[in-house]
């Protein structure tokens, strides 16, 4: 099992970036999908997470109309779209997996791609 995140990068306060997460080795398309982050010096939260077939999505409060999270269960790859980007989005990004329904917890979550940082100056 390996979920590989990538699309990080440095931009400015306003800028788009698109983060993706492949997966390898089990069937991603029957398991729901998470994004989570770290910023430094705080805990890890949750930011977005789809189901299986994208019918339900969960956005956190402080992305909500600027992050849109789907994905393309043929190419076993979940997309995070970050719009409108603040400073306070920077973080590492992680993506996870987990068998049933999507939620906001990251310890329901079983298998984490290893993260891809983030960074918007104002």
């Known amino acids: 099992v390996q979920l590989q995140a990538s699309g990080g990068g440095l931009v400015q306060a306003g800028a788009s970036l698109r983060l993706s997460c492949a997966a390898s080795?089990?069937?991603?398309?029957?398991?729901?999908a998470g994004w989570f982050r770290r910023a430094p010096g705080k805990e890890r939260e949750f930011v977005a997470a789809?189901?299986?077939?994208?019918?339900?999505?969960y956005y956190a409060d402080s992305v909500k109309g600027r992050f849109t999270i789907s994905r393309d269960n043929a190419k076993n790859t979940v997309y995070l779209q970050m719009n409108s980007l603040k400073p306070e989005d920077t973080a590492v990004y992680y993506c996870a997996d987990k068998r049933g329904s999507a939620n906001k917890y990251g310890a329901n979550y079983e298998y984490w791609g290893q993260g891809t940082q983030v960074t918007v100056s104002s």
């Open positions: 789809i189901n299986w077939n994208s019918s339900i999505r």
């Open positions: 080795g089990r069937t991603f398309s029957r398991n729901a």
